[in-house]
C-alpha cells in the first residue's frame, strides 16, 4: 500500500493552475509520492501530465463531477488516460439515495457510464459520507450500491471518519468490501471541548488505525488518501506532513 494526499485538504490552494502547480510540489516536498485529484480549478490533462511527472507524483484517482461522468463519458476517461489516472471517482451522488426512486435514478444513470469506463480500461469509483450507513429497503444504502453495481464495473472509495460518523466500524466495513476498495480515504475523529466531533490527522485522534490499515491491507486496499475536509483553523499542509509522519511510522510510504 502507498500513502497518498487527497488534494481536496489543500483545496483553497489549488483555485489557479500557479497555485496548484504549487501545491503539488509542496505536497511531493512532504514526502508524498501519490495524490488524488478532487477540488481543485480545471486543469488541462497534458498540464497535469507534465506537473505530476516533475514532482514524481502519480494520480490514483480523481472526484470528477457527477454530470460530466454521465454526459462528456468519452471526455472524461480520455483525459484521465493523458495524465495515466486508473478510476475515475464521484464524491457523492448528486441525487438522493434513501427512497427507491433517487436510488434507482443514480443506478440507471452511472451504471451506463460506469460501463463504459470499464469497456476503456479504467473504473468508477463511489466515495462514501454518513448517509449511506441509513437504510432502505432494510440494507445500508452502502449494501444496495454493492449489489447494483458489478466489481468489475464500480469501486468503493471507503472513507474511516465518515463510517464512523455513520455508526459503523471502518475496519469491518473495509473487510466487508474485500476486493472492492482499491482506495481508502483516512481521517481521524477527535471530540474538541468536551462534545464537537471533529476531523484530525492521522493519528491524532481516537480511532483504531492499527485495526484499520491491518483491514485495508487484507481487503486489498492499494493507495491510502490521507484527506482532512476541515483543519479547524491550522495549516492545512502542516496536517497533510503529520499524517504522512504518522503513517509513514507504521512502515508505510
Known amino acids: 500500500m502507498k500513502i497518498g494526499a487527497q488534494l481536496f485538504t489543500v483545496r483553497e490552494f489549488t483555485k489557479t493552475l500557479d497555485d ?26 497534458e498540464w497535469m501530465d507534465e506537473q505530476l511527472k516533475k514532482n514524481g507524483l502519480i494520480c490514483a484517482i480523481t472526484h470528477t463531477n457527477g454530470d460530466r461522468i454521465t454526459n462528456e463519458t468519452d471526455k472524461v476517461i480520455a483525459e484521465h488516460k493523458v495524465f495515466g489516472c486508473p478510476i475515475i471517482g464521484i464524491g457523492s451522488s448528486p441525487v438522493s439515495l ?20 470499464k469497456e476503456a480500461g479504467l473504473l468508477f ?20 450500491l454493492l449489489d ?7 469501486t468503493f472509495t471507503l472513507d474511516t471518519y465518515w463510517i464512523q460518523a455513520g455508526g459503523g466500524d471502518s475496519a469491518q466495513w473495509i473487510r466487508e468490501f474485500t476486493g472492492r476498495v482499491h ?56 496536517c497533510l506532513a503529520q499524517s504522512y509522519n504518522y503513517l509513514k511510522a507504521q512502515g508505510l510510504n
Open 148 to 154: 447494483a453495481f458489478p466489481a468489475d464495473v464500480m
Open 98 to 117: 434513501d427512497n427507491d426512486s433517487g436510488f434507482n435514478e443514480f443506478v440507471t444513470r452511472f451504471l451506463l457510464a460506469a460501463n463504459r469506463i
Open 183 to 238: 482506495n481508502v480515504h483516512l481521517k481521524d475523529m477527535t471530540i474538541a471541548g468536551g462534545h464537537e466531533q471533529r476531523m484530525a490527522p492521522i493519528g491524532g485522534g481516537n480511532m483504531n488505525f492499527p485495526a484499520i490499515l491491518n483491514a485495508c491491507a487484507d481487503s486489498g486496499t492499494r493507495y491510502l488518501l490521507v484527506e482532512q475536509d476541515d483543519c479547524y483553523g491550522d495549516n492545512p499542509f502542516d
Open 20 to 45: 496548484l502547480a504549487l501545491t503539488l510540489k509542496k505536497v511531493a516536498d512532504i514526502g508524498y509520492t501519490v495524490v488524488q485529484l478532487s477540488g481543485t480549478c480545471a486543469y488541462p490533462a
Open 125 to 144: 469509483a463511489y466515495h462514501n459520507h454518513n448517509h449511506e450507513f441509513s437504510k432502505l429497503n432494510g440494507v445500508t444504502i452502502m449494501e444496495a
